[in-house]
């Protein structure tokens, strides 16, 4: 039984229609912008029209978060798709809690001027 991958693979070569002109280059020039998940939906759809070994989809994956995300996840040296997408999301999740925390404690901290 084909995967799905094959399966759309196949449906595109029988009908011809591509979302994407040249979806190695959109995958080079993507960039994450938003949060993970956004940027993992929109490379997980460009990635199934190519045929990369995972650890290529790994170092293009990496290739394009954003720096503060990035760098954590690299220290770790995943070498599974599963692997950096989790280390990313738990990333994204630990910046999205300090960030909130800090702005917490600026607001109880704020004494009024005398």
Known sequence: MPCWEEYARALNDQFGTFLYEDPM??????????????????????L?????TEAY?????????????VLQVRMFKPKTMQ???SLARLQEQA???????RNSLNINNHKPFP
């Not at 910046?95 to 909130?100: A, K, N, P, T």
């Open 95 to 101: 910046l999205r809690l300090s960030s909130s925390s």
């Open 83 to 85: 692997e950096v997408i």
């Open 57 to 69: 989809a790994v170092s293009c994956f990496l290739g394009e978060l954003r720096e503060k995300i």
């Open 25 to 46: 280059s959109e995958l080079m020039n993507l960039k994450q912008t938003r949060t993970i998940q956004e940027y993992m939906d929109i490379f997980d759809e460009l």
């Open 48 to 52: 199934n029209f190519l045929k990369l």
